[in-house]
């Protein structure tokens, strides 16, 4: 398979123009602008015109757009496309993006009074647009994958997409190896069959494997890159506060005066964060020293769409001098206005932190800057690993994975609806893309018999089966109201269920359900700026009054919580195990290092710490595999059981990024068999049956592939609506059909992400053996955070609700002055 | 530690009765258990939309109710109305379901309280009684609501929601009061409908009691912990 590939160390090497660029209308454009081709430009151009699908992996600014659009551009006007038909395509994950990229693009051509036609469609376009859209496609359309999804399942669509020639792809490092960018890429191979002669051009930030990004994209042996490396180093400070700096918590409330410092300093600055809890809070203690009424404002997943949306105007206005944010801002329109990135809390990941970073200053020879400010003194550790990482050039990210049944099952059924298909051609289509390349014939056929009638060989099922062979012996819809249905539940993004937050009539936003479950009328939280009281439910909506309280009763709720990353878990063992990096690190977190070397051990990139000692009556054992938060807790859970069948009595754990920590009435013996690998075979199965995290994948693969229905917030649940608890089918489909496909997406799913089983037992293969264990007679310096952070978030013995009865029931006798031993 | 499931011995109208964790009620003296809302084939009753659920709910409804009828080696068993999801449910019961059933009918004295789910159908050879009075409790499916009798019924499938400490609990629970007892729902695809809802809390006394069912007991709380 041939592959170009262009790298370029200065911007030097200016190749000469193709002719038909020279006297292209749009070179005279970007001159009169003061402006000049980009080599990487040019290379797209090139490669393009060689009939290559090309990924451009370049950092933010440097024309991005503009090489996607280029072979687009040099192409329409040398055989104009007739009039109403689609001639490129854009896509961008995100509405906003593409509402922006038509504005851009819209420039030359109307400039130039360029005969060609450019619109958006999205989920906000209007009915009637759509509809006319759809008779009278404009040559340009820009898109989001869902909207595409959408035009797909029409019947018309091998005529709507012949003329296709360009396929834009934007951001497209946000939707590789994710369900997303599954839906996608099956899309696109659908475009590649009806259009053949559709190219495919993806913009990309940087990655950590980029011949791997060429690979998702291209169709198979037609693929080209264009690299661009970062010119210019971002310049990345570690915030230092006079006050000191916490053991644990993840708040960073410590050092609010010198980050308001740093706001009033720059002139626009955006402050990351890492939750929603963590923005609210940030943004209250920023207004209460706000003293030079600097313009902050809040931007994050939950606040309405209204609100979010007056936010982004008016940073793209200058009309604010700070925004506090959570990857709510990860994406979207460029602002060349800001000029300081700050990131509060630990990075949790390279690509992550440096395309947050990327977000301010987008001018390719000038370097952006940026404060990293960390929580507690383990993430000084990591936000030194990360800063370590980026002047070496490292980027992690999402690790690919093969493509979902569930988004496959989807597929299938949009397919259906644009017509009747053969089985095995469509199979052949489907292997063409890179995530599913390895899917065998056998799991396309029972995806297939679950699309038809749940796979059911049962009369009542196949009486109303959703798909029929017909005499062709092609696979058709056997009623078209089925169209409607799909066109309902499209798309691969499935929010929790979520309750519409509302001040008498004004809606503030949505508030996840399992959170609103935990309050009870009178509790109060944070939202959107303000401390709210929980008045109670009314018609399905979380109805609150303003309040004068300065503390909520309800602190925070979590969402979106990154693991750390192998890489940046690597990197910090290295800088702990390393006493000549402990060079760059301040004397509070030296000296806690110090200690604990002297005290315990530490840890390195081999072996793994486990401690033990007594506290309190109770036996504490402590361990640090530096291997994320979800691996964390699902090993805590399974140490748990093990430690329960051994007779330890354990009573509860905490798991952090970093470490974990079990409490136990009696103390644990043979340390290096509880960390034995055979803890994934023996209790893994038994855990997995009742974890709630199982049960949010399965809901979550359950609605992609139409198996239950999407509750949209603020939707009322009538009689009539089929809504189903999907976790009751969960448990049916567990004891009765182990191998179902949904439970093999969800199984999936957790594996690599909520119970990280990968890095699991990656980990405890890489231990074995290399256990160092020390006996302690009190706490070690390590150990404090995590111990301190026990008090308010341990959780106990069992995953079910049952402890918790218990506890409550033991609460009450005791209250009552009774022993419940009755 | 017992790991067995242990029940919980409820005075009731001058008997006594046993809330068992799974959700049924055992009555020693008269060796009757009472299951309410089997919603027998709810799962297959979605399939006229399209919806293809899993139809292996009746199986395993049946399953874990042979399992407690072993248990507590009941003679009789009471079904208290909405048995099967709706008036068909009965015929699209495939072969092993059906088999199951009928095995049911024949080694069990069965009690067949109607439903409003069935709308009339009743299994071939029971006979089916809208209320019936076992030394005087009353066995209806829908709550009376003004009730002079102690009065046993289901159809609301109640549970509770249970704050404490920050984490909260949601589960199937039976409500009692002086004078009635609301089952929960057995079936296994059903769903609940929270204690606290004005449908079932304008029909309990004020004080009332929720037994909510853990895995292996039976958790008694008093109405006022609730929300």
């Given at each position: 398979m041939s592959k170009q590939v262009h790298e370029y160390k200065d911007r030097a090497d200016q190749p000469a123009l193709p002719k038909n660029l020279e006297s292209h209308p749009l070179s005279g454009w970007i001159e009169k602008r003061g402006w000049s081709w980009h080599p990487h430009q040019l290379d797209v151009l090139k490669d393009a015109q060689a009939g290559r699908d090309v990924v451009l992996i370049a950092p933010t600014g440097g024309g991005k757009t503009l090489a996607g659009f280029l072979p687009s551009f040099v192409d329409i006007l040398e055989s104009l496309p007739p009039e109403h038909k689609l001639h490129t395509l854009y896509i961008s994950p995100l509405k906003a993006l593409a509402v922006d990229v038509h504005r851009n693009v819209g420039k030359p051509i109307e400039d130039l009074n360029l005969p060609v036609t450019f619109e958006t469609r999205t989920g906000d376009t209007p009915a009637s647009k759509r509809q006319r859209q759809k008779n009278k496609p404009p040559h340009m359309l820009m898109t989001t994958p869902e909207s595409l999804a959408l035009l797909l399942s029409y019947e018309e669509a091998p005529e709507y997409f012949a003329h296709l020639r360009y396929i834009i792809i934007d951001e497209m490092h946000a939707l590789m190896h994710s369900k997303r960018g599954d839906l996608l890429s099956l899309n696109l191979s659908r475009l590649a069959t009806l259009a053949p002669k559709a190219q495919r051009i993806g913009l990309s930030a940087t990655v950590a494997d980029p011949i791997n990004a060429q690979d998702w994209l291209s169709r198979p042996g037609k693929g080209a890159r264009v690299e661009l490396a970062q010119s210019v180093k971002p310049k990345i400070e570690i915030l230092t506060s006079k006050n000191r700096m916490p053991w644990s918590g993840h708040m960073a409330t410590y050092a609010i005066p010198e980050i308001y410092d740093a706001v009033s300093d720059a002139d626009m600055s955006v402050v990351f964060v890492n939750t929603r809890a963590q923005a609210e809070l940030i943004f209250q203690e920023l207004w209460k020293i706000n003293e030079k009424n600097l313009r902050i404002a809040m931007h994050h997943g939950s606040l309405d769409r209204e609100i979010r949306r007056k936010v982004e105007e008016k940073m793209a206005r200058g009309e604010l001098d700070c925004v506090v944010a959570t990857s709510s801002l990860d994406l979207g329109l460029d602002w060349a206005d800001v000029d300081l990135v700050m990131q509060i809390g630990a990075p949790k990941g390279v690509s992550r932190l440096l395309q947050r970073i990327g977000r301010s200053n987008h001018r390719l020879n000038e370097p952006s800057r940026a404060i990293l400010v960390p929580a507690s003194r383990f993430e000084y550790l990591e936000c030194l690993a990360a800063k370590a990482a980026i002047s070496r050039d490292y980027y992690d990210g999402v690790e690919p994975r093969d493509g979902g049944l569930d988004v496959l099952a989807q597929h299938i059924f949009a397919r259906a609806c644009s017509g009747p298909f053969e089985a095995k051609d469509f199979y052949e289509e489907i292997i063409q893309v890179w995530a599913y390349r390895n899917l065998e014939w056998e799991d396309f056929e029972k995806t297939l018999g679950f699309v038809m009638n749940?796979?059911?060989?049962?009369r009542t099922y196949e009486r109303f089966a959703r798909l029929k062979i017909n005499k062709a012996g092609l696979y058709q819809l056997s009623d078209k109201n089925f169209i409607r249905k799909y066109r309902m539940n499209i798309g691969t993004i499935v929010e929790a269920p979520a309750l519409k937050v509302k001040l008498r009539h004004k809606t503030l936003g949505t508030i996840e359900e399992w959170f609103i479950n935990k309050l009870s009328p009178g509790d109060t939280f944070y939202f959107g700026g303000q401390v709210l009281r929980f008045e109670g439910l009314k018609d399905m909506n979380v109805q609150v009054s303003k309040t004068k309280d300065g503390t909520p009763s309800i602190p925070s709720y979590a969402g979106g919580r990154m693991p750390l990353s192998s890489h940046l878990a690597d990197t910090v063992r290295g800088i702990l195990g390393t006493e000549e990096e402990w060079e760059a690190l301040p004397e509070p977190v030296k000296y806690w290092l110090k200690h604990q070397k002297e005290r315990s051990d530490l840890p390195d990139r081999d072996n793994l710490i486990v401690e033990s000692f007594s506290r309190n009556g109770k036996f504490y054992l402590v361990a640090y595999p530096f291997e994320g938060w979800n691996a964390h807790q699902t090993l805590g859970f399974l140490l748990m059981r093990r430690m329960q069948r051994k007779g330890f009595r354990p009573l509860g754990f905490i798991a952090s990024d970093y470490a974990l920590a079990v409490w136990s009435l009696k103390p644990p013996k043979n340390i290096e068999d509880l960390f034995s690998q055979d803890i994934l075979s023996d209790d893994l199965e038994e855990w997995m049956a009742e974890t709630p995290l199982m049960k949010r994948n399965f809901r979550t693969a359950a609605v992609i592939a139409g198996l239950i229905e999407r509750r949209h917030p603020g939707q009322e649940k009538t009689r009539k609506q089929v809504t189903f608890s999907s976790d009751l089918i969960y448990d049916v489909l567990r004891k009765y059909e182990p191998d179902h496909i949904l439970l093999q997406a969800a199984y999936h799913d957790a594996a690599g992400g909520l119970i990280d089983l990968h890095r699991l037992s990656a980990m405890l293969r890489r231990i074995e053996g290399k256990i160092s264990y020390r006996e302690l007679d009190k706490i070690s310096p390590l150990a404090v955070p995590l111990v301190l952070q026990a008090f308010g978030e341990s959780i106990s013995r069992e995953d079910s609700g049952d402890y918790m009865l218990e506890d409550l029931e033991h609460d009450l006798l005791a209250e009552a002055g009774m022993d419940d031993n009755e | 530690m017992n790991n067995k499931p242990t029940s919980k011995k409820l005075a009731f109208g001058g008997h006594e009765l046993q809330l068992l964790p799974e959700g049924c009620l055992y009555w020693k003296d008269e060796n009757l258990l009472v299951v309410s809302d089997l919603h027998l084939e709810k799962g297959s009753s979605f399939v006229a939309n399209g919806v293809f659920v899993p139809p292996h709910d009746t199986c395993e409804t049946l399953s874990r109710l042979n399992a407690v009828l072993h248990k507590t080696k009941a003679i009789k068993l009471l079904l208290l109305g909405d048995s099967f999801h709706d008036e068909n449910a009965y015929h699209r019961l495939d072969e092993k379901c059906r088999h199951d059933f009928s095995q049911l009918c024949e080694n069990y004295e069965i009690i067949w309280i109607e439903g409003n789910h069935e709308r009339g159908f009743v299994p071939p050879g029971l006979t089916s009684y809208e209320s019936l009075d076992i030394e005087g409790l009353i066995f209806r499916h829908i709550a009376k609501e003004k009730n002079q009798d102690y009065e046993i019924s289901g159809h609301y499938h109640p549970c509770a929601t249970i704050r404490h400490k920050g984490k909260a609990t949601r589960k199937r629970c039976f409500v009692t009061d002086s004078q009635r007892i609301i089952m929960p729902a057995f079936g296994t695809y059903t769903g609940s409908l929270d204690v606290l809802d004005p449908a079932i809390k304008s029909l309990m006394d004020n004080e009332f009691v929720i037994h909510m069912s853990g895995g292996k007991k039976i958790y008694t709380f008093p109405s006022e912990i609730l929300g």
């Open positions: 749940g796979g059911y060989a049962l | -």
